[in-house]
């Protein structure tokens, strides 16, 4: 079958890293997403991997290892602003999205 | 218009009613989708249409029909609600459904069903 497992919730300090981990299974893999969603927003695009590695982007930096069907979100400098959810999605090989329930990022000052 | 825009942006809905969710986006992509986003639980796709004319079925069509009569538009429709259809409902969109490109999302729908 297909999944996608991410830990429910995290807690983290305002000016720290937090590592997001993400492990997933899907028929076929054509990549590995992470989008950011505030409470009662949308989702929104942070990152896409398909080659294993990481991916820099700013403050946020998105991992993968296909071989362990394992990806990770690192998030450097934490600001009040990132608390949210974080949504780990894995494109299998109909190139449609099996997501992960999210991981809620708490931020404290 | 800019993006994805969906109607209405929050309903409550007695058993049994019909209730069509709109959605419409001016990007001109192809691929559109539906999900239902409940507490404690990923995304679930609805529908999925890769290109005007064409729907297919996701992990949980069950209750539910769409159309895409252009490239525009892709409503939902509820034909007979039942509680548990209680959510909130994401339509999103993607330049090609067959590749890598991320998805766009309108801002929601949250439906009640009494």
């Known amino acids: 079958g297909q999944n996608i497992d991410q830990p429910t919730e995290m807690t983290a300090t305002e000016g720290a890293i937090v590592q997001i981990n993400c492990t997933y299974q899907t028929s076929g893999f054509n990549g590995l997403f992470w989008y950011q969603q505030h409470a009662g927003e949308a989702p929104t695009f942070l990152s896409y991997?398909?080659l294993d590695g990481l991916e820099e982007k700013g403050r946020f930096s998105s991992f993968l290892s296909r071989s362990k069907g394992y990806s990770y979100l690192l998030l450097k400098e934490l600001q009040m602003k990132d608390s949210a959810s974080y949504l780990c999605?894995?494109?299998?090989?109909?190139?449609?999205?099996?997501w992960g329930a999210g991981t809620k990022l708490i931020i404290k000052p | 218009i800019a993006g994805i825009t969906q109607a209405p942006t929050s309903q409550i809905l007695a058993a049994g009613r019909r209730m069509t969710l709109r959605c419409t986006q001016d990007?001109?992509?192809?691929?559109m989708y539906w999900y239902r986003q409940d507490l404690g639980l990923g995304l679930r796709l609805i529908h999925y249409s890769n290109t005007a004319g064409t729907t297919g079925k996701g992990e949980v069509p069950d209750g539910y029909s769409v159309s895409r009569a252009n490239t525009d538009d892709f409503p939902l429709t509820l034909a007979s609600a039942v509680p548990s259809q209680t959510s909130v409902y994401f339509c999103?969109?993607?330049?090609?459904?067959?590749?890598?490109?991320?998805?766009?999302f309108g801002p929601g729908t949250r439906l009640t069903v009494l």
């Open positions: 990007m001109r992509h192809n691929a």
């Open positions: 991997n398909v």
């Open positions: 999605a894995a494109m299998d090989s109909n190139y449609q999205l099996i």
């Open positions: 999103a969109s993607t330049p090609d459904g067959s590749s890598y490109n991320e998805q766009f």
